[in-house]
Protein backbone atom coordinates (compact mmCIF):
# COMPACT_ATOMS: atom_id res chain seq x y z
CA UNK A 1 0.00 0.00 0.00
CA UNK A 2 1.22 3.22 -0.94
CA UNK A 3 1.46 6.14 1.92
CA UNK A 4 -0.39 8.99 0.53
CA UNK A 5 1.98 12.24 0.48
CA UNK A 6 -0.53 15.14 2.20
CA UNK A 7 0.18 18.49 0.23
CA UNK A 8 -1.07 22.28 1.16
CA UNK A 9 -1.01 23.73 -2.48
CA UNK A 10 0.20 27.29 -2.39
CA UNK A 11 0.00 30.30 -5.16
CA UNK A 12 -1.53 33.38 -5.41
CA UNK A 13 -3.00 32.56 -8.82
CA UNK A 14 -6.19 30.44 -8.06
CA UNK A 15 -6.10 28.53 -11.71
CA UNK A 16 -2.28 28.09 -11.02
CA UNK A 17 -3.41 26.27 -7.31
CA UNK A 18 -6.45 24.54 -9.31
CA UNK A 19 -4.24 22.89 -12.08
CA UNK A 20 -1.60 21.48 -9.41
CA UNK A 21 -4.32 20.34 -7.47
CA UNK A 22 -5.58 18.46 -10.22
CA UNK A 23 -2.50 17.24 -11.13
CA UNK A 24 -1.35 15.93 -7.99
CA UNK A 25 -5.09 14.24 -7.86
CA UNK A 26 -4.47 12.57 -10.70
CA UNK A 27 -2.40 9.92 -9.48
CA UNK A 28 -3.08 7.47 -5.81
CA UNK A 29 0.12 8.88 -4.11
CA UNK A 30 -0.82 12.64 -3.72
CA UNK A 31 -3.79 14.05 -1.15
CA UNK A 32 -4.14 17.77 -1.12
CA UNK A 33 -5.33 18.82 2.15
CA UNK A 34 -5.71 22.10 1.44
CA UNK A 35 -4.71 25.89 -0.27
CA UNK A 36 -3.58 29.02 0.31
CA UNK A 37 -3.41 32.48 -1.68
CA UNK A 38 -0.84 33.70 0.01
CA UNK A 39 2.02 33.30 2.36
CA UNK A 40 -0.15 34.26 5.86
CA UNK A 41 -2.53 31.79 5.10
CA UNK A 42 -0.21 29.13 4.30
CA UNK A 43 1.51 28.81 7.61
CA UNK A 44 -1.52 28.71 9.53
CA UNK A 45 -2.90 26.22 7.28
CA UNK A 46 0.20 24.78 7.94
CA UNK A 47 -0.18 24.91 11.44
CA UNK A 48 -3.45 23.49 11.11
CA UNK A 49 -3.32 20.88 8.82
CA UNK A 50 0.81 19.30 9.26
CA UNK A 51 0.85 18.46 5.87
CA UNK A 52 3.88 16.74 4.71
CA UNK A 53 4.44 18.47 1.82
CA UNK A 54 3.73 21.97 1.04
CA UNK A 55 4.05 23.22 -2.74
CA UNK A 56 4.68 26.99 -2.34
CA UNK A 57 5.18 29.69 -5.26
CA UNK A 58 8.10 31.88 -4.61
CA UNK A 59 6.93 34.90 -5.27
CA UNK A 60 3.19 36.11 -3.72
CA UNK A 61 2.29 39.73 -2.24
CA UNK A 62 2.62 40.39 1.58
CA UNK A 63 5.22 37.55 2.82
CA UNK A 64 6.46 35.89 0.22
CA UNK A 65 6.88 31.73 -0.53
CA UNK A 66 10.42 31.97 1.40
CA UNK A 67 9.36 34.18 3.96
CA UNK A 68 6.43 31.54 4.98
CA UNK A 69 8.88 28.44 4.92
CA UNK A 70 10.93 30.30 6.76
CA UNK A 71 8.03 31.27 9.48
CA UNK A 72 6.94 27.58 9.25
CA UNK A 73 10.25 26.61 10.26
CA UNK A 74 10.53 28.91 13.42
CA UNK A 75 7.04 28.06 14.34
CA UNK A 76 8.35 24.21 14.34
CA UNK A 77 5.91 22.95 11.35
CA UNK A 78 7.71 20.04 10.11
CA UNK A 79 6.47 19.81 6.64
CA UNK A 80 8.87 19.86 3.31
CA UNK A 81 8.97 22.89 0.98
CA UNK A 82 9.19 22.82 -2.46
CA UNK A 83 9.01 25.52 -4.16
CA UNK A 84 7.88 26.87 -7.78
CA UNK A 85 9.46 29.86 -9.40
CA UNK A 86 9.32 31.14 -12.94
CA UNK A 87 13.24 31.32 -13.93
CA UNK A 88 15.32 30.07 -16.85
CA UNK A 89 17.43 27.09 -15.65
CA UNK A 90 16.70 23.32 -15.63
CA UNK A 91 14.11 22.68 -12.91
CA UNK A 92 14.23 20.57 -10.22
CA UNK A 93 17.30 22.13 -8.98
CA UNK A 94 18.61 21.24 -5.41
CA UNK A 95 19.57 24.24 -3.79
CA UNK A 96 21.13 25.83 -0.89
CA UNK A 97 18.21 27.87 0.91
CA UNK A 98 16.49 26.80 3.60
CA UNK A 99 14.12 25.94 3.66
CA UNK A 100 13.70 24.46 0.66
CA UNK A 101 15.14 21.86 -0.71
CA UNK A 102 13.98 21.51 -4.79
CA UNK A 103 12.47 24.61 -7.05
CA UNK A 104 10.52 23.30 -9.49
CA UNK A 105 10.36 26.34 -12.58
CA UNK A 106 6.42 26.87 -13.43
CA UNK A 107 5.86 25.67 -16.69
CA UNK A 108 6.89 21.82 -16.64
CA UNK A 109 5.14 19.28 -17.72
CA UNK A 110 2.73 17.76 -15.13
CA UNK A 111 4.30 14.28 -15.21
CA UNK A 112 7.58 16.10 -14.28
CA UNK A 113 6.44 18.00 -11.77
CA UNK A 114 5.28 14.67 -10.43
CA UNK A 115 8.53 13.21 -10.88
CA UNK A 116 10.20 15.66 -8.83
CA UNK A 117 8.09 15.91 -5.76
CA UNK A 118 8.09 12.09 -6.09
CA UNK A 119 11.92 12.31 -5.82
CA UNK A 120 12.09 15.38 -3.34
CA UNK A 121 10.05 12.98 -1.09
CA UNK A 122 12.11 9.87 -1.06
CA UNK A 123 15.17 11.58 -0.62
CA UNK A 124 13.58 13.05 2.24
CA UNK A 125 12.97 9.40 3.63
CA UNK A 126 9.29 9.64 4.59
CA UNK A 127 7.91 8.17 1.43
CA UNK A 128 6.92 4.31 1.96
CA UNK A 129 8.19 1.44 -0.83
Known amino acids: MIRRTRVLVVDDHI ?57 MRRKGIPSQVVFLASFNGSSGKKINIPPAEVVIEKGISPWRLLEIIREARSNDGEEDA
Open 15 to 71: HTRQGLKAVLELTPDFEVVGEAGDGYMAVELAGVLKPDLVLMDVNMPGINGYEAALE
